[in-house]
């Protein structure tokens, strides 16, 4: 059974910092690039950062580029997201997700596996 788990996420003041973790399981994690997607309700799912199987290939959205840092240890089958610089508008469900296709692609398409996502609150 394929599943990703988030956690990490919380109350956190602006300008503050958090970490994201996703576990993966139930498929060839590293095999896989994985990449984060935030929503507010209301609002359009926005993607926030992707990661290739390798490491080697990483984007970010302009929102956060230069704030967060993507990252992930295949041994440990887990994909982290360090936010830093925190501000209100970060406030989101943060989604994990994992796809075979190439990271690139991943900023426009839809992934194929999808956690169930965690909260972050950024207080002004």
């Known amino acids: 059974q394929v599943e990703l788990v988030e956690s990490g996420g919380g109350l956190v003041p602006s300008g503050g910092s958090l970490r994201l973790s996703c576990a993966g399981s139930?498929?060839?994690?590293?095999?896989?690039?994985v990449a984060w997607f935030r929503q507010t309700e209301g609002k359009e799912r926005e993607f926030v950062a992707v990661i290739s199987w390798s490491g080697v290939n990483i984007f970010y959205s302009d929102s956060v580029k230069g704030r967060f840092e993507i990252s992930r240890d295949n041994g440990k089958a887990t994909a982290d997201l360090q936010m830093n610089n925190l501000t209100s508008e970060d406030t989101a469900i943060y989604y994990c997700?994992?796809?075979?296709?190439?990271?690139?692609?991943?900023?426009?398409?839809?992934?194929?596996?999808w956690g169930r996502g965690t909260q972050v609150t950024v207080s002004s």
């Open positions: 997700s994992a796809d075979e296709r190439m990271a690139r692609s991943l900023q426009t398409a839809t992934p194929k596996y």
């Open positions: 139930g498929f060839a994690f590293d095999d896989y690039s």
